[in-house]
């Protein structure tokens, strides 16, 4: 429902010229993720389909119906160096270039004509899931 009024709230404003709807970018914005290293496992010890759904935590099943998207389990063939317990979806990454933590991408579409975002996505904190957003969009 919200996102029917988002896209209908953008297309009036491509109408009325408040929006060009012409030249767009992306940009991502990280987002630290509430959870610690400690609470994590090795990517060695990690095996998604050695977890029966009905006996895993709520996280750690809505990180298994999110293996099929674009913009999370499939978005890369490469594992996490990390998984972490409490949000498994979520990305270990140093893209800060200082210490390491879990975090997600909030990749916003922007019409650079006006600077206003025209549509959102959150993805893993991982390359190829940002680049692949806009298709997305």
């Avoid at 404003?13 to 709807?21: F, P, T």
Wanted: proline share 5%; hydrophobic share 35%.
């Amino acid at each position: 429902m919200l996102c029917h009024l988002f896209e209908t709230t953008v297309a009036r404003c491509i109408e009325e010229g408040l929006v060009s709807g012409q030249r767009m970018a992306i940009d991502a914005s990280l987002i630290d993720v509430d959870t610690d290293k400690q609470n994590s496992t090795p990517k060695e010890e990690w095996d998604a389909a050695s977890i029966e759904p009905a006996d895993a935590p709520r996280a750690v099943r809505e990180y298994l119906g999110t293996l099929d998207e674009a913009a999370f389990g499939t978005a890369s063939e490469v594992q996490p160096k990390l998984t972490s317990h409490s949000d498994p979806a979520s990305q270990w990454t140093a893209a800060r270039k200082g210490p390491a933590f879990f975090s997600y991408s909030d990749n916003y579409l922007i019409d650079t004509d006006h600077g206003v975002t025209v549509d959102m996505e959150a993805t893993r904190s991982i390359r190829q899931a940002e680049v692949g957003s806009p298709r997305r969009c």
